[in-house]
């Protein structure tokens, strides 16, 4: 997984706790972790596509989050970033046996394919089980100054 | 990951299949799938080095799997072949924010490491509860033709 990743579950959380009533720059997320802004503003991109973003253009402009963070889920996250695609990756060698295959040989999918894919399935139910707003709500007991202490930065430039 | 992870699986279920009194050389076992010898030789050694082949030279020498495949789980050749990392990379950026920290802010482990980690959890039991043993049982009903063209194949040419 890219770091991409981990940078846009940290934006995300940062734009929720921001003032709703301005964006937030790519530039301005980028320097609040020393992030190379350009490369930040892809991922960033790549969530608004998804619609977990929205981005305005103009002087109060920039980054909000697209819908509630109790309709925002870690999958959603991940798969803007990662693309929708399973881990492991399936290339159907079992076709490429040289003896003369027999219709029995492939009359289910691939039996090591789709154990693998029960795999994949618990990772996705696991994440899709955790919105935005939950870890939200953890981080914020356990460190209670953060959102206020986000918020203040991330409006304190002008821009 | 990798397409060696594949690779891996499948090998392991035709060494399950092939003759118990004779190993199969790496080259035998890239030829039945039309696979790269070296690069497949590499993970090879990577399930021999994790216990799950063992490898034998001389003229009745190759591979053969290292212990009974119901004591094989996928999260063992997944983790031979893949490392034992977790998919989701965090690197602490929530450590890089400007202002002074307070020791609240990092009291706990990043909440959304633990909440990735989580998914990670989950997908490495679903893995670990699957054993190359029922892999086969399960394919064997599938095709039960494969396990013996398979054996013979493997056996055919004198090495």
């Given at each position: 997984m890219s770091e991409g990743v981990e940078w846009a579950v940290h934006c995300c959380l940062n734009l929720a706790w921001a003032d709703a009533g301005r964006g937030v720059p790519a530039a301005r997320l980028a320097a609040l972790y020393q992030l190379p802004a350009a490369y930040l503003n892809k991922q960033l991109q790549?969530?608004?596509?998804?619609?977990?973003?929205m981005s305005t253009s103009g002087p109060r402009g920039g980054f909000r989050l697209g819908r509630r963070p109790a309709d925002i889920t870690l999958l959603d996250i991940v798969t803007a970033i990662e693309g929708a695609d399973e881990a492991f990756r399936c290339t159907e060698i079992r076709r490429r046996t040289p003896w003369?295959?027999?219709?029995?040989?492939?009359?289910d999918p691939c039996l090591i394919h789709q154990a693998m894919g029960r795999a994949d399935l618990a990772w996705r139910r696991e994440l899709?089980?955790?919105?935005?707003?939950?870890?939200?709500?953890?981080?914020e007991r356990s460190a209670p100054g953060l959102p206020g202490r986000t918020r203040e930065w991330l409006a304190a430039t002008p821009h």
């Open positions: 790549a969530l608004v596509r998804d619609g977990i973003l003369p295959h027999t219709q029995g040989d492939f009359r899709a089980a955790q919105t935005l707003a939950e870890v939200k709500a953890t981080v």
